[in-house]
């Protein structure tokens, strides 16, 4: 009980405000091994409980704690298809370090950073992993569509039971969100790399460039595949619905992150989609998303990088790091303020952002405070860059295609208990049904699908 919580060693904020390197840069195995032996073992697993994939964890901390690493790993990625990502991104402090029974009286165990450290070291000693006995071929296909968390996870899960499993991605490349939306310094890609390798080692089939609702039709996939996994995401940009919206220099937060996470916009001189460099950029939003893009405007050297935001920093979604690490960084916090506008000049070009302060009042459906605006607060505030971070929604490509498909008001795909969707033999999970949510949602949507879509093939 003395010994005290870990602390991961960061780069210094003035030298990782202007490149792409990863901010967090891990344990050392005396560090990780000292964290583990905090573990309590507690026999009612209140930590499991708050993990959406169900991670063991007080089973595999234990594996380390005793310096078997081997043993370690195959328990992690007996539960996690991908815990090296989920050892990067994933909100513990939220979910399974919530419910640590230590951080009552004191600081939670640091489960996330371990699962890193057990990932990592996996990665880098692939020569010392047990090796798990290949499951019998069922005879069973399933196709997943997107190649995002969701997707990959329910693939792997699938690839398992002993199916064969064909990801169907949109875009040139896999991870889906994982690599379009998160920047390098949170997640590096050569991390996705070597995720999707060992599913791909599991007999995993990915097929990129493949668009469904345009490439390829639901009804074509149930006709070769006997059962399907829609995890396409929700890529569409919820607009502000304000003036200026399509001045240039505005962006959505998706097509800004892709352009610079993908496709290297603003990194490499010759990028075939150049991204727009301001000295003041204005980011709306209060998630994670929105401290991506701020931090990334940092990076692209914009000299004040402003995050605007209609409540306090108490009510904001992002993850209490990625608030630390901003401000670190330099980024600055408009905090209280909304958008009414967004003001051009005569050729068209963004120069400012039209706001108006705000005030909370009582709590609304989410449980946060309202905002309500200030009478006579109006300001403006300049900008050269706004970038919209405010969410997305289901994009209607896919479920436009399939008119038997169930959606509700706001274009997601309805499914039943099991993630079964009105159409037998298709099941759906992530974005595509939840709307916006975070990368281990995703993923626990993938593996509960997939232990549904286990059952459905035994049926049929």
Same mark, same amino acid.
């Given at each position: ?369 309202? !905002?309500?605006?200030? %009478? @006579?607060? =109006? ?6 860059? *706004? /970038?919209? $971070?405010? &969410? ?31 159409? !037998?033999?298709?099941? %759906? @999970?992530? =974005? ?6 975070? *990368? /281990?949602? $995703?993923? &626990? ?16």
């Amino acid at each position: 009980m003395a010994i005290e919580r870990v602390r991961m060693a960061e780069l210094p904020a003035d030298e990782r405000s202007r490149n792409f390197e990863e901010v967090n840069l891990g344990l050392s195995a005396d560090q990780a091994l000292d964290e583990a032996r905090r573990c309590l073992q507690c026999k009612n697993r209140a930590c499991v409980a708050g993990c959406p994939v169900g991670v063991s964890i007080p089973e595999f901390i234990d594996a380390l704690a005793n310096d078997d690493l081997p043993r370690s790993v195959q328990i992690l990625r007996g539960d996690n298809a991908l815990p090296a990502v989920c050892g990067r991104v994933c909100p513990q402090e939220t979910q399974c370090e919530a419910l640590c029974v230590r951080g009552i009286k004191g600081e939670a165990v640091a489960i996330g950073f371990l699962e890193r450290y057990v990932a990592d070291w996996a990665m880098h000693h692939p020569d010392r992993l047990l090796r798990d006995q290949a499951p019998a071929a069922t005879g069973k296909s399933v196709a997943v569509v997107g190649c995002g968390p969701a997707g990959l996870t329910a693939a792997g899960e699938l690839a398992r039971q002993g199916h064969a499993v064909t990801i169907f991605e949109a875009l040139h490349d896999t991870g889906g969100v994982l690599r379009y939306g998160i920047p390098e310094f949170r997640l590096p890609k050569e991390i996705i790399d070597q995720e999707v390798a060992i599913l791909s080692d599991l007999g995993v089939t990915i097929e990129c460039n493949v668009i469904i609702g345009k490439t390829l039709t639901i009804k074509e996939l149930q006709n070769e595949f006997d059962a399907v996994f829609i995890a396409n995401g929700a890529g569409l940009p919820t607009m502000l619905g304000i003036a200026g919206e399509n001045l240039k220099g505005v962006y959505a937060a998706n097509e800004f992150l892709t352009r610079v996470n993908l496709m290297e916009a603003g990194r490499r001189e010759d990028s075939s989609t150049p991204i727009i460099k301001r000295r003041e950029v204005a980011v709306i939003g209060g998630g994670n998303t929105a401290m991506d893009c701020v931090r990334t405007a940092r990076r692209l050297g914009a000299e004040r990088a402003m995050i605007v935001y209609r409540r306090s920093e108490t009510e904001m979604p992002a993850r209490v790091e990625e608030i630390k690490h901003a401000k670190e960084e330099g980024v600055e916090f408009v905090m209280l303020t909304a958008p009414t506008a967004i003001l051009g000049t005569e050729d068209g070009w963004v120069s400012a952002l039209r706001c108006q302060k705000m005030e909370l009042g009582p709590p609304d459906d989410s449980g946060r405070r309202r !905002p309500q605006p200030l %009478a @006579g607060s =109006d300001f403006d505030l300049p900008a050269g860059v *706004v /970038i919209n $971070a405010v &969410g997305t929604s289901a994009n209607p490509l896919l479920t436009g295609s399939a008119p038997d498909l169930d959606l509700n008001k706001w274009g997601n795909i309805v499914i039943n208990e099991q993630g079964e969707t009105s159409i !037998p033999g298709v099941f %759906a @999970g992530g =974005d595509i049904v939840r709307g916006g949510a975070t *990368v /281990i949602l $995703a993923m &626990g949507d993938g593996k509960r699908a997939a232990a549904a879509i286990g059952d459905y093939l035994k049926r049929k």
